[in-house]
């Protein structure tokens, strides 16, 4: 009974890279959700997707940053020409689709590291 | 604005002790309430969830309350033990239907429960 799966764990990208960071839900679960930690700070909430829909994208930056949840596959977040300030721990969440106030179940992130 | 502020950044207590933790939040209305427990170089886990129109909610050593005229959640851990030790993030979503889902996280409080 996998929870949700995060990879790679770690990822080091050197300035103007691509990055792409992939999360599988937990079986089930139709819901992705996708959050970046900065040290010492909270979980920043970037956007919401449900299968081949963005639901709420409200907290992704305007450029660079993108993320898709195909009907087939894991959900992708993919940052275009990372810059430094884009290193942080990436965490994608997923739940069921029942009520509005299922808890989120968290992968262990992906933590990007850009030189 | 909105803000979500947790009571200090580190709290220390002694193993058996009761741990209260503060979880402040202003301009919001929220639906109801999460708590998460984090681990280093993990993601977060769900622990309580409290809706607005409850005051508290007990899960074996756990407690939490809500109160809305205060705007604030407290959780306490009793009999704490050095396993409790971690980072506590409480959680809020908007009462709209369109956000629901989107939680906001405060930015934590590190645990430390001394042996």
């Known amino acids: 009974n996998a929870g949700v799966m995060q990879n790679p764990r770690h990822l080091v990208r050197r300035r103007g890279q691509e990055a792409r960071l992939r999360c599988s839900p937990m079986?089930?679960?139709?819901?992705v959700y996708w959050y970046r930690q900065l040290p010492e700070e909270g979980l920043k909430f970037m956007v919401y997707?449900?299968?081949?829909?963005?639901?709420?994208e409200s907290g992704m930056p305007k450029e660079r940053f993108s993320a898709e949840f195909p009907k087939e596959g894991p959900s992708i977040l993919r940052i275009q020409q990372v810059v430094r300030g884009d290193s942080a721990a990436y965490f994608c969440a997923s739940s069921p689709p029942a009520t509005s106030n299922s808890p989120l179940h968290f992968g262990n992130g992906t933590r990007l590291t850009v030189t | 604005s909105q803000k979500i502020e947790q009571n200090s950044e580190a709290l220390n207590i002694q193993e058996g002790k009761t741990a209260t933790l503060t979880c402040n939040y202003t301009n919001y209305s929220p639906a109801y309430l999460q708590w998460y427990r984090q681990d280093p170089g993990r993601g977060p886990v769900f622990l309580l969830l409290i809706r607005e129109n409850e005051k508290e909610k007990r899960k074996e050593r756990l407690k939490v309350t809500f109160d809305t005229t205060l705007k604030q959640s407290l959780f306490h851990i009793t009999a704490s033990q050095p396993a409790d030790s971690a980072t506590y993030l409480c959680a809020l979503a908007r009462a709209s239907s369109g956000s629901a889902r989107q939680l906001t996280f405060g930015s934590g409080t590190q645990l430390t429960v001394l042996p």
């Open positions: 997707l449900q299968k081949e829909n963005i639901i709420d």
């Open positions: 079986k089930g679960h139709s819901h």
